[in-house]
């Protein structure tokens, strides 16, 4: 039965009115579910896809080429509507995202509480804070998960192409703060 429903999450939309690229049937259905159930289908999507050879990432690939055609401008890439946002935020549930932050991300929340004054006073402090989160992560031997580290291959490939370097270096880093780091924080 998974295989399927990924032959057919796998085929071109155009018969449903959607783009004719690979996966353009589950972009589609993507597309079209309502938001409050677009999560609960990108995971039964990401999930059936994983076991069978490299589906998964073509997936990925597929949802980001999709989302980046359709964006006039870059920041839309992780706005909460997106596909893109729905994905980046199953694979941080997959991935258990908030386990893989530790323990930098509790060291970052209790240092910024810290910092003193307001505004542009507290503004050295939070740079010190977020520079020592950054070197935590990159001294991990893997800072985040291998699936969350593709789609950001991905979405960095793709919007260099449409919108050039220092844009595409933006939208990774708004997608990962926005959809992977900010919710581990709201939970601590």
């Known amino acids: 039965l998974a295989t399927e429903v990924l032959l057919q999450l796998r085929s071109g939309g155009e018969a449903v009115g959607g783009p004719s690229r690979y996966f353009g049937c589950a972009l589609v259905l993507l597309s079209s579910c309502p938001s409050s159930e677009r999560s609960a289908l990108m995971l039964n999507c990401l999930r059936v896809a994983a076991p069978i050879g490299e589906s998964a990432s073509d997936l990925l690939k ?4 999709e989302d980046v055609a359709r964006a006039q401008v870059p920041s839309l890439l992780a706005a909460a509507s997106s596909t893109l946002a729905v994905a980046c935020q199953s694979l941080s549930q997959i991935a258990d995202a908030e386990s893989t932050l530790s323990p930098e991300l509790p ?3 209790r ?3 810290t910092v003193s004054g307001t505004g542009a006073a507290a503004l050295p402090g939070l740079h010190a804070a977020v520079a020592d989160f950054i070197a935590g992560l990159i001294s991990k031997a893997r800072p985040l998960p291998s699936s969350l580290v593709t789609l950001c291959h991905y979405l ?3 919007a260099e192409v449409k ?6 270096q933006n ?3 708004m997608m990962l703060t926005a959809r992977v780091i900010t919710p581990c924080v709201l939970k601590f």
Do not use: K, P, T
């Open 171 to 173: 939208s990774v880093v």
């Open 62 to 65: 597929s949802i980001v080429d």
């Open 107 to 109: 060291a970052l929340i």
């Open 156 to 158: 960095y490939a793709s």
């Open 163 to 168: 919108f050039g370097i220092l844009a595409a």
């Open 111 to 113: 240092r910024s509480e």
